[in-house]
């Protein structure tokens, strides 16, 4: 081992390529180009095979990176594969979109003054790779079984529970309101950070392998919850979270203010080549308008750089803290940087203005940063005399979002919701307080993070499945 680990003494960290942002900000194509085998070689042998990996502990699918990585700097690519697809339904997906910075990455303690090892860029060109070599199999399983589960919600979550069953021969269905599946991963992350075929070839091996897909289906309007729980022996809620934060004031209600989300699922189903009235006739097309984006998470980062890549005359982020203290991933605030957009810090919106009942510009006041809260949040507060206007014919509220009331949506008062509206389970079973009904993701945590969800539900398979089979072998709780 030691003559091929350890090379971070003698490489230094590379990242993959980034195209230049003249020409990347007019396509919709990946950023980043993948590694050759070559430099993934070299990137993965830098890694000194700590004996307590701080990088897995990080990462919340406690990846076997060290593995892995030696795996891969040895040539031993398939069986770098079979490893990292152990623990992780989607290895490719999370080496795109995760915050390694803030996960896996941010916490290798490679040696002092030595830069991380580039972790996810080596996950991703390992399932490439699978991808291209025919590695990567459909979850057929050995043996089928009579169990059922009804999964509500397509996104990371759900699949990862889906896959997770369906290969141990589970009979799985999944619902969803949409047209395909994916959840945010094919409607809310833009193109630019997930070619959305990376999603559509996973979600077709997933059908391969016999998971039942029953899509343009809004449980709680197109079939009820009490019908799905009559079909199967348990059903897993993973609806994620959508309700958009509002933003009140005058002027809150004139055209051409519009929720990110609304903005973003339109972008991305133009580019997988739906017609989009919407998009068409302007409604959620930034071409040529000055366009003001609201917030200052990855959520607005994605509505900056789509803008740009629409043809924005002009991209402005109004954010009321400063940038230090932005909740969006540093990596993609430097990309939007580089791609033009223009950043507002310390500027709260008060107000719209606008003529004929159409948008023409945001009524904002700069703010003071103050000190730190118990929870080491900076306070902001206004600053008195400092209000202007930032032009705008576009404005795209990215303010997050809250879950849907899905005890009311559902007509299930016995679902139980936290004071934001989140679905409440029991930590260990997973199970909401409806028997043999479970719930994994954004739904439970509020908006979080893909591999969250996919952790999420990797788990809830485990604990659906020995709900069910503990079931299945007493015959007291059967007959419940
Ligand atoms: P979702 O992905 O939201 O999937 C829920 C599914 O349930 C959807 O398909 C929905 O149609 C379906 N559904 C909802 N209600 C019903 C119903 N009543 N009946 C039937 N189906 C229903 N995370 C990262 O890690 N990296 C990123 O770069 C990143 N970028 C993001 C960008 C944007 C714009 C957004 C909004 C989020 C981003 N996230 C990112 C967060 C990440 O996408 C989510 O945390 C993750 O997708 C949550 O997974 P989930 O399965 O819980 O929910
Ligand atoms: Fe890092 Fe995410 Fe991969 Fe975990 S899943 S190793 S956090 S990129
Ligand atoms: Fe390798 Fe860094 Fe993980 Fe240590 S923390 S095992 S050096 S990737």
């Excluded at 339904?89 to 915050?99: D, N």
């Excluded at 519009?258 to 991305?268: F, G, H, K, R």
């Amino acid at each position: 081992m030691a003559e091929r680990m350890l090379q971070f003494v003698r490489l230094s960290q590379q990242t993959p390529d980034k195209r230049a942002a003249a020409e990347r900000k007019a396509d919709f194509g990946e950023i980043y180009q993948r590694f050759s085998a070559e430099r993934a070689t070299e990137q993965a042998s830098r890694c000194s095979q700590c004996g307590v990996p701080f990088c897995s502990i990080h990462c919340p699918l406690n990846n076997n990176i060290p593995d892995w990585l030696k795996l891969t700097a040895e040539g031993r690519l398939e069986e770098a594969y079979e490893i990292s697809s152990a623990t992780n339904t989607f290895p490719e997906i999370c080496g795109r979109v995760c915050p390694q910075d803030r996960l896996c990455e941010g916490n290798c303690v490679i040696e002092k003054g030595f830069d991380s090892v580039t972790i996810g860029a080596v996950e991703k060109y390992i399932t490439d790779t699978a991808w291209e070599q025919g590695w990567v199999k459909p979850p057929t399983p050995v043996r089928e079984l009579a169990h059922s589960v009804g999964i509500i919600g397509a996104g990371p979550a759900g699949l990862a529970a889906a896959e997770r069953l369906r290969a141990r021969g589970w009979q799985v269905t999944v619902y969803d309101r949409y047209d395909r599946v994916g959840g945010l991963l094919i409607y809310g992350i833009p193109n630019f950070k997930l070619e959305k075929e990376v999603v559509l070839r996973r979600a077709e091996q997933f059908a391969k392998g016999g998971i039942n897909f029953v899509l343009n289906c809004r449980v709680g309007e197109d079939i009820s919850l009490a019908e799905i729980r009559a079909k199967h022996d348990a059903v897993l809620i993973a609806t994620g979270v959508y309700k958009a934060r509002d933003i009140g004031g005058p002027g809150a209600n004139l055209g051409g203010i519009v929720p990110a989300l609304e903005y973003l699922t339109a972008s991305n189903r133009e580019n997988l080549g739906d017609h989009v009235p919407e998009f068409a006739n302007g409604t959620l097309n930034a071409a040529g308008k000055r366009v003001v984006v609201i917030g200052g998470g990855d959520t607005a980062m994605d509505c900056v750089r789509t803008a740009i890549r629409q043809g924005a005359a002009a991209v402005t982020c109004l954010y009321r803290r400063d940038k230090a203290n932005m909740p969006g991933s540093m990596r993609e605030v430097a990309n939007a940087e580089e791609e033009g957009v223009h950043f507002s810090w310390l500027s709260a919106p008060e107000g719209f203005e606008g003529e004929n009942g159409v948008v023409t510009g945001v009524r904002a006041v700069k703010m003071h940063l103050g000190l730190p809260d118990a929870t080491g949040r900076h306070q902001v507060e206004p600053i008195p005399g400092s209000g202007f206007t930032e032009p705008a014919d576009l404005v795209i509220k990215a303010l997050g979002f809250d879950p849907e009331d899905l005890p009311t949506l559902f007509g299930e008062p016995g679902l139980t919701v936290s004071r934001w509206g989140t679905l409440t389970i029991d930590r260990r079973s997973m199970m909401t307080k409806l028997d043999g009904v479970f719930a994994a993701g954004d739904i439970v945590r509020g908006a979080s993070l893909v591999v969250w969800g996919i952790r999420d539900g990797r788990d809830a398979a485990d604990q659906i499945e020995s709900y069910v089979l503990a079931k299945a072998s007493s015959p007291a709780l059967a007959a419940e």
